[in-house]
């Protein structure tokens, strides 16, 4: 209900084709609005919580579904009464799925006994409990985890998804003896393992509360009965090793006796063998020192071992193979050029999933490094332990996601780092532990994201890392509420951008005593696109019974439609992996504000495709003149360019730099600011492949680029030394170029050069090799301008195209490469096979079969 009306909400599917899709709201059988197109919500000022409403869909105006008929809630919230195991208990991590298989998520609640202990902290705690739910309160099971399962943040990371794709969600967490599954049966029946099938049901806790000693399992449970299906060994135990039970080893191996590194869990949920088949689930124990990644996956009647992940060491890590063979690989860097080289330490209390590198299967960021989908190391940065990471698309300008993580260790800090590499894009320094830190989309007229940290207040742009405000912003959850399509905060309240600060805009805790959980970290028991329109909801717990969930839902105005937030993969595995020690917030893997455009009905952007082909062309154009810019005055990677309105929508832009030139920061000179770039190898005599700045342009599919002129300033910074080579398509136009010195007057050069573009259907370059140039020395650029004509090829179909980059993935691709399409949830696929919505070669198109 909203204080004006009541307010009904309802779901655009990742599914829908969202050009065609319309809606009509019925109240009491009677239709009351229709042809909705632009949002999927409705305020009725004239109903009451006895209106009965239904959703109508249509599809080109032709019905194709009427919803079940709803009624309001009686309150701002929803209540859902649970039935608690005991007066010591509140709820804690919740996660969705749908169990039973009817096209509505249950809720899994952890129970947290109020003598829960951190792992540093001593003492013995009750056992800790897993109920499942339907929304109408009626409890579906109850799990027992024993008290050989302590309580606290680190020790119980509970999946629930559909692992074996019978369209039903499981359960899958650890276990030891003393489990007792929603049916009261030990755990241990359900192995296929003789040694686990025989194990005494002791309780190993010692005097100090610690669980140091005994079996350790992992369990996977049916979602809707609860009962237990495989148990197998966890792995590895306590030892490093792959079964059977382990004793605490000697300090030397985890780096304390009494399990504080070694009983650090994690888990997610990952497609790392791509879309179309069985998710995995992804285990982890240790950060700190030692790190393994478990790959588990599950067949409807068998847990077994895909591959496992051993950072043992900050040089060296293995990967154990589904039959037992274990390569093992020694690396010697990381990009930040400290640390460890492996995820030796260099772990989170938390992680993330993504396809990072666009090849349709997922990776695991494990906070300051990240794994392939194979289990092998993709990077590490080397900046060490955090308590908070987040992973999407925060500069939209740039391919790919970006990570933003705060960290613990010295000399502490932040940074922000391309996910599919782990090059470093801005880092800094604090004073001490970097304990929090938070990243989004929260200022509209900021393009790109955000990101703020406890040791450094300043709200700073992802973009170009300039600072916003250093008034300080919070560092908890970020959440879609207000209707807007930037973030909102949730720090117990809900705040929003003012312009100059945040604001309080909704105060869950008014409502019968609402809490967080997880104590000092304040965070909702979960935070997900639940039901209704694309908000998200809150769901924490009434403090006034610690028996009642109470979730939010936003009845703000909003005058967006946007696909339900599960529908897109980054966000779905982010909602599955929150429940993980210190929670985090999930994210979009695309940049919302680029992308909702295309989510409205019936606008004039459409791209049409005859049955006869599957791939969409780009709009017809008559030969247009504009320029491309990069006026390089920023002195850092990932410069962007600004394309004239005439080729913005039809070409796409990157610089590339060899790994024997360095960016330098920016020189300011009278009238100009230039960007550095230094050298790696001191008076290297010759230009080579490793000294190559490099300016890439690519005509999108159906277009050719005939670049005719190009334009650039140069400066030598304290050097007689130093020369530039200019080439263009691979054609050497300049030698030998020797730019003024930035002690003369005028303090730099400009060049102007007709040129000739071969093949320009195809990616065009130019190319600067700087050489023969002191290691000290640096040469400086600023205004690359190329002056060209942009034309339609012959078999060019005449379609029009939503220009807007998504951000979901920005292809840099050229015409060798091939048609590289995406879904909206960004899993990459060979060509549509259906209408809808896609990613084609970074650009959003709508395809109709």
């Known amino acids: 209900m909203n204080a004006t009306g009541e307010f009904v909400s309802w779901r655009l599917l990742g599914t829908d084709n969202a050009k065609t899709t319309t809606f009509d709201v019925l109240r009491d059988g009677q239709t009351i609005a229709s042809n909705l197109k632009n949002v999927t919500s409705y305020l009725d000022t004239n109903g009451n919580t006895s209106s009965k409403y239904q959703i109508v869909t249509r599809v080109n105006g032709v019905k194709t579904e009427t919803s079940a008929v709803v009624t309001p809630w009686s309150d701002k919230y929803l209540k859902v009464k649970l039935s608690s195991p005991g007066s010591q208990y509140t709820p804690n991590d919740c996660s969705v799925g749908d169990v039973d298989g009817d096209g509505e998520y249950e809720i899994i609640v952890k129970w947290n006994p109020e003598n829960a202990k951190d792992n540093s902290q001593s003492g013995k705690t009750d056992a800790v409990f897993l109920d499942c739910y339907k929304f109408s309160g009626q409890r579906l099971w109850r799990i027992d985890l024993g008290y050989n399962i302590r309580a606290g943040a680190h020790y119980t990371q509970h999946l629930v998804y559909d692992f074996d794709g019978d369209g039903k969600a499981e359960v899958i967490c650890k276990t030891a003896p003393l489990t007792k599954d929603g049916k009261g049966q030990y755990v241990t029946a359900a192995a296929t393992d003789s040694n686990i099938k025989n194990a005494s049901q002791t309780n190993y806790r010692n005097s100090s509360g610690y669980i140091l000693s005994g079996p350790e399992f992992l369990t996977v449970f049916n979602g809707q009965t609860g009962s237990a299906i495989h148990t197998v060994w966890y792995n590895p135990n306590r030892a490093g090793g792959a079964s059977g039970a382990a004793s605490m080893p000697s300090k030397s191996f985890w780096g304390d006796t009494y399990g504080n590194r070694c009983d650090r869990y994690l888990s997610a949920v990952a497609y790392l063998n791509g879309a179309g088949n069985r998710p995995s689930a992804i285990l982890c124990r240790g950060y700190y020192t030692r790190a393994y990644v478990w790959a588990v996956d ?21 990967v154990t193979d589904a039959n037992g063979n274990t390569t093992t690989k020694s690396y010697g860097s990381s990009t930040a050029n400290r640390g460890s080289h492996t995820l030796y330490g260099n772990g989170n209390h938390n992680l993330s999933i993504a396809d990072v590198d666009g090849d349709g299967c997922d990776e695991i960021i494990y906070g300051s490094g990240a794994l392939d989908n194979n289990g092998y190391l993709l990077y590490a940065t080397g900046y060490g332990h955090g308590d908070a990471i987040h992973v999407g698309d925060f500069n939209p300008d740039r391919a790919g996601l970006e990570v933003f993580q705060v960290h613990e260790e010295s000399p502490y800090g932040w940074d922000l780092h391309d996910a599919k590499t782990g090059q470093i894009l801005y880092s800094a320094t604090t004073s001490g532990d970097n304990g929090r830190g938070m990243a989004g989309c929260f200022v509209a007229n900021k393009r790109g994201g955000q990101f703020s940290s406890y040791g450094d207040r300043s709200l700073r742009s992802a973009v170009d890392n300039s600072i916003i405000t250093t ?42 005593n609402s809490k967080t959980c997880n104590t000092t970290k304040a965070t909702p028991c979960l935070q997900a696109d639940i039901f209704g329109d694309w908000r998200e909801e809150i769901v924490e717990y009434s403090g006034d019974d610690n028996t009642t969930l109470t979730i939010f839902t936003s009845t703000e105005a909003t005058n967006y439609r946007v696909p339900c937030l599960m529908h897109d993969h980054t966000y779905r595995m982010a909602v599955a992996w929150q429940q993980s020690a210190y929670n985090q917030p999930p994210h979009l893997g695309y940049y919302l504000p680029d992308a909702a455009a295309g989510f409205i009905a019936n606008s004039s952007i459409t791209v049409q495709d005859d049955a006869s082909s599957s791939s969409a062309t780009m709009p017809a154009v008559v030969p247009q003149n504009g320029v491309i810019l990069w006026p390089f005055e920023q002195g850092v990677a990932h410069q962007l360019a600004v394309v004239g309105d005439d080729l913005k929508n039809y070409v796409t832009t990157d610089v590339t730099i060899g790994s024997g030139l360095t960016y330098g920061g920016v020189k300011e000179l009278n009238d100009l600011t230039e960007t550095r770039i230094g050298v790696t190898v001191d008076n290297n005599p010759a230009p080579d492949d490793n000294n190559k700045l490099s300016f890439n342009i690519v005509p999108l599919s159906g277009y050719s680029l005939n670049i005719t002129r190009i334009d650039f300033t140069a400066t030598r910074i304290g050097t007689d030394g130093g020369n530039i080579d200019v080439s263009w398509c691979g054609n050497k136009i300049a030698s030998g170029l020797r730019p003024a010195r930035n002690a003369q007057n005028p303090e730099y050069t400009t060049y102007c050069y007709n040129v000739t573009t071969t093949n320009p259907e195809k990616g065009h370059k130019l190319t600067f090799n700087v050489y023969n140039l002191g290691i000290t020395k640096q040469m400086a650029f600023a205004n690359i301008k190329l002056y060209g004509t942009i034309s339609q090829t012959a078999n060019a179909k005449s379609n029009t195209i939503d220009n807007a980059v998504t951000g979901i993935v920005d292809v840099q691709s050229d015409a060798s490469v091939e048609e590289k399409w995406y879904t909206l949830s960004g899993v990459r696929i060979k060509a549509p096979t259906q209408s809808g919505i896609y990613i084609l070669n970074g650009k959003k198109v709508s395809i109709k079969k």
């Open 471 to 512: 008034n300080g912003t919070s560092c908890n959850f970020r959440i879609y509420w207000d209707g807007s399509l930037q973030d909102n905060w949730f720090d117990t309240n809900v705040s929003k951008w003012n312009g100059s600060s945040a604001t309080t805009i909704f105060s869950p805790g008014n409502y019968s």
């Open 298 to 318: 599950f067949d409807g009647k068998k847990l077994s071992t895909r591959w496992l992940h051993a950072s043992t060491s900050s040089t060296s890590a293995s």
